[in-house]
């Protein structure tokens, strides 16, 4: 059994910066890509930002410069660091993993966060 976790949303100013953490826990031998996504009232789920095992990211155009994924393979979290928010990126946050391997042997092949609320506004 794995369970993502998220923290570290709320309401911020525009202009504003919050910093979203992912914390995987389980009996875990290996993560691949990790990532958030963001799901805004009337929208379909997008991809914000994803980082694979080796450190490689990937962001969506309207947040490059802004956002800084990370992650810590260690304790199995991943961090979302977003600056110069703006109205647009208020939505529910959500942690994603493509992969996970556990010590039992079992692969979670698309495990899901329970999401975080993100709203900017003054």
């Known amino acids: 059994q794995v369970q993502l976790v998220e923290s570290g949303g709320g309401l911020v100013q525009p202009g504003g910066s919050l910093r979203l953490s992912c914390a995987v826990s389980?009996?875990?031998?290996?993560?691949?890509?990790m990532g958030w996504y963001r799901q805004a009232p009337g929208k379909e789920r997008e991809l914000v930002a994803r980082?694979?095992?080796?450190?490689?990211?990937d962001y969506e155009a309207s947040v490059k410069g802004r956002f800084t994924i990370s992650r810590d393979n260690a304790k199995k979290m991943v961090h979302l660091q977003m600056n110069s928010l703006k109205p647009e990126d208020t939505a529910v946050y959500y942690c994603?993993?493509?992969?996970?391997?556990?010590?039992?042997?079992?692969?979670?092949?698309?495990?899901w966060g329970q999401g975080t609320q993100v709203t900017v506004s003054s």
């Open positions: 389980g009996s875990i031998h290996s993560i691949n890509n």
């Open positions: 994603n993993t493509d992969g996970i391997l556990t010590n039992g042997g079992d692969f979670y092949r698309n495990s």
């Open positions: 980082i694979s095992g080796s450190g490689t990211t």
